[in-house]
């Protein structure tokens, strides 16, 4: 009996230890995309000063530094910081669930 308890209080400690890594996780990705995202905004930014569609500027693709125009390279930056802030949501409501869950498995082992 005794080692029925302790096997079952050893597999909810591994839950909620499985819970607290997936939140830790949730929540570093998301710091890396709100940093990826400022970037994306302040490029945005700087590119709306430019009145020039034809003018060239450099971006990096997978390593490699392109040359492009402003207008190529514009459309591009507000797709890619559109897809970022529609993921940076869609994580944040996984970082709330993992949280609940977490918060549900701690009170749960609270109480036994």
Request: proline letters at 2%; charged letters at 30%; one cysteine or more.
């Amino acid at each position: 009996m005794a080692d029925q308890k302790r096997k079952n209080q050893e597999v909810i400690l591994q839950q909620f230890n499985k819970l607290r890594q997936e939140q830790r996780m949730v929540a570093q990705k998301i710091s890396e995309l709100k940093l990826e995202e400022s970037e994306h905004k302040l490029v945005i930014d700087a590119l709306k000063d430019v009145n020039e569609p034809t003018r060239k500027c450099y971006q990096l693709v997978g390593g490699v530094l392109m040359e492009r125009t402003v207008g190529q390279v514009q459309p591009n930056l507000e797709n890619n910081a559109s897809k970022i802030n529609s993921l940076l949501n869609t994580m944040d409501k996984t970082l709330e669930i993992k949280l609940r869950s977490w918060e549900i498995s701690r009170r749960n082992t609270a109480s036994r």
